[in-house]
């Protein structure tokens, strides 16, 4: 897993011009310095940072935004190169951050680190895909649990499948401020983690995401309760579930590319790719613990299962043609690559999953639970890599 995490990985917003240019050499120094990109930003911290030869900070404070631009007043600091760095939230919810130097007269060795545009820090990748995963776990555990019981167990009453739900709200609530720290570190390690950085990436349309994540797993708490005084609520869970999908779906790759009716199609087919996941990784553990081999239980799980897998088939491919240039992305890409990894963990999970339900491999549904998982934590990996588009 941690292998397979880039050590430079390129932002969702796409610069579309600096001002000064990376590697232009001027007579004298510029008034401000100017980055537009291809959607609008939240800054996270002063946005934009021009540091002097000499190491010294000369940007006039926090950049302001007009339109898709940043932009920050710069004073003269003599000859030599200057370093420029920012940091910012794009309105899909992705990080974006880079540096770049521009001279002045003559170069000079910079006085800051410079990486390359749209740099991510790994370790702020490593957490944000952790956050994912135990999202998308959560998620499933708590909505997926709860449909096994409407759609496969009807109307007789598992209190097993409440303590699963509630594992899953923990695991969403856990999430939340674990994505938070993941997302500000991403824009520039741990060492330029503060509470301003924070503020900022709660301001920002990520931080709306959160909220509206944690207010989901909250609110089905309150359903659960209501479920164990009065025997109702799990269809007012499942609402709910549903409408969290739609929240993570628009907090996913927008893929804007899509022509016609596949660009509409992207966003609710997200919500359902993730719905349907949650369905069957939730149901298949929910099954682990109440199946008791009634074999009515196991044909209702085996019906359900199938609509589930092909939801998630048909949804994936949707997304994988709207996030890839073409097959050879597949190959050459770090998403394309995570990509492929999880085509072929999720057909070996489906056979096991067949193998279980034909009763031909012992353990197979244990052996399917832990492929699922992982299948889960390449899903995350996923949202936190940009699509080669």
């Known amino acids: ?66 339109n898709s631009t940043l932009i920050v007043e ?8 200057y370093t420029v760095s920012w940091r910012a939230v794009a ?7 880079g540096t770049y130097t521009f001279d002045v007269g003559h170069a000079s060795a910079p006085a800051a680190e ?7 820090t790994p370790a702020g990748v490593a957490l944000v895909t952790l956050a994912g995963w135990l999202h998308f776990l959560g998620f499933a555990l708590g909505f997926g649990s709860l449909a096994f019981g409407v759609l496969v167990l ?16 923990v695991l969403l609530l856990a999430a939340v401020p674990m994505a938070l720290v993941g997302q500000a570190a ?43 005084l009065a025997g109702t609520g799990t269809a007012w869970a499942l609402g709910l579930g549903g409408a969290l999908a739609g929240v993570d779906a628009a907090a996913a790759h927008a893929l804007r590319s899509l022509p016609g009716w596949a660009g509409w199609a992207a966003l609710p087919g997200n919500a359902l790719h993730e719905a349907a996941m949650a ?37 994936g491919v949707l997304l994988a043609v709207g996030s890839l240039r073409g097959p050879a992305d597949l190959f050459v ?23 279980g339900l034909r009763g031909r491999l012992g353990g197979a549904w244990r052996i399917e639970a832990g492929a699922l998982a992982v299948l889960l934590s390449l899903a995350a990996l996923l949202i936190a890599l940009p699509p080669p588009n």
């Open 333 to 355: 890409s770090d998403y394309g690559r995570v990509l492929t990894l999880k085509t072929i963990l999720f057909a070996g999970a489906l056979g096991l999953a067949f193998a």
């Open 279 to 315: 369905v069957w990784v939730g149901g298949l553990a929910a099954l682990l613990l109440t199946w008791r081999r009634r074999a009515w239980v196991l044909r209702r799980f085996g019906r359900l299962a199938v609509v589930a897998v092909v939801v998630v088939a048909l949804s």
């Open 1 to 66: 897993m941690v292998a397979l995490l880039p050590h430079a990985a390129l932002a969702h917003a796409k610069v579309l011009s600096l001002d000064p240019r990376p590697g232009d050499r001027l007579t004298h120094a510029p008034g401000s310095v100017a980055i537009t990109f291809s959607e609008p930003v939240t800054l996270v911290g002063l946005g934009i940072t021009v540091t002097s030869p000499s190491g010294r900070r000369i940007s006039s404070g926090r950049a302001r935004e007009v």
């Open 114 to 120: 410079v990486g390359s545009a749209g740099l991510l």
């Open 186 to 228: 991403s824009l520039g390690g741990f060492d330029q983690l503060d509470a301003q950085s924070l503020i900022d990436v709660l301001a920002s349309p990520f931080g709306l995401i959160l909220a509206l994540r944690a207010g989901a797993a909250l609110m089905l708490w309150s359903l659960l309760g209501a479920f164990r």
């Open 91 to 97: 309105r899909d919810t992705h990080p974006t951050s």
């Open 74 to 81: 710069v004073a003269d600091a003599g000859q030599g190169t």
């Open 154 to 169: 009807g109307s007789e009453r598992e209190p097993t499948l409440l303590r699963l739900s509630g594992a899953g709200i």
